[in-house]
């Protein structure tokens, strides 16, 4: 708002050192944060280029090279086929493409959370087949370097109970890049809070934390909230002893991905689950996906899964 009359002239020398005053105490802090969320943003967006590049280089081309350019030596790995290090990995990628000269790694969605990026992708060995859902975890160092990886893999069944495949984005709007990084804080808390909810704390009411048009693509499980409530009340009946470990949380504005050993009792070595979520600006939870796999009795590394 502008002011009707003119200040006096010692009166506006005062006003306007005041503000010069306020200015220079108070932009480099404002132009230091700027820089910082900027620096974090290109870092985020770079992990993503980096780890698309290698797995569709690798994996599509049988390019090995992209290890050595992408991959620290001592690359940790969980995935129980393989053993630690970049030469393993090399081994275990490099005849793939000989084997399988036609694979495909279709990548449906990439999220990505501090030092973490997170692929959800539909592999495909053989074309006409149905493939796995595959989600695969790397860490990054300081470097820009991959130090660590984990995955969970699951085949692809022939039919859904929902009606929806294990990769598509059905709400709107519809598409499998995740929203504006501002809602990161509150889609991270909601779908902690209700994966809490429900799974660590067994509480079915958490489903009231879902949207009314929530879509499922779990393949056994209905979309809607009466059929998930109704399914997670007859699973927690069938294994009183079910406990989740929640690993790691990679939120991405309206994408939550959560990484956890679920166990139905001690003496299981239980599943390695990853969920993805999407959240409503308002906290609603609105779509999920998951990959679930068997934990396997050995393991070429001593990592674990997890």
């Given amino acids: 708002m502008r002011p009707t009359t003119a200040l006096p002239g010692k009166a506006a020398a005062v006003v306007l050192a005041v503000t010069l005053g306020a200015m220079t105490a108070v932009a480099p802090q404002a132009v230091a944060s700027s820089a910082a969320q900027y620096w974090h943003q290109n870092t985020l967006d770079k992990h993503k280029a980096i780890t698309v590049q290698v797995l569709k280089r690798l994996f599509e081309d049988g390019d090995v090279s992209v290890v050595d350019r992408y991959i620290r030596p001592g690359y940790i790995q969980h995935n129980p086929l393989a053993p630690n290090g970049t030469a393993a990995l090399k081994a275990l990628a490099g005849p793939l493409t000989t084997q399988f000269p036609d694979l ?114 779990n393949p056994a499980i209905p979309s809607g909230t009466a059929g998930l409530r109704e399914t997670f009340s007859a699973f927690f009946q069938q294994f009183p002893q079910l406990t989740v470990d929640r690993k790691r949380v990679i939120a991405d504005g309206d994408l939550v991905a959560i990484h956890a050993h679920y166990r139905t009792s001690p003496e299981d070595r239980g599943q390695s689950v990853v969920d993805i979520f999407r959240v409503r600006p308002d906290g609603k939870i609105v779509e999920h996906w998951d990959v679930v796999q068997d934990v396997p009795a050995t393991s070429a590394n001593d990592n674990t899964m997890f």
């Fill in 104 to 217: 495909k790694y279709d990548i449906k969605r990439v999220i990505a959370d501090g030092d973490l990026v997170l692929v959800h992708s539909n592999v495909v060995l053989t074309p006409g087949t149905r493939g796995s859902a595959v989600v695969d975890i790397f860490r990054f160092d300081r470097d820009h370097l991959i130090v660590e990886h984990w995955d969970t893999v699951q085949d692809v069944p022939a039919t859904s109970v929902s009606g929806n495949d294990m990769f598509s984005t059905v709400s709107s709007p519809r598409t499998n890049e995740p929203g504006p990084r501002w809602l990161t804080p509150c889609s991270r808390s909601a779908a902690t809070a209700y994966f809490d909810q429900l799974l660590v704390r067994k509480d079915v009411n958490a489903v009231d934390r879902l949207a009314p048009e929530y879509h499922q693509h």
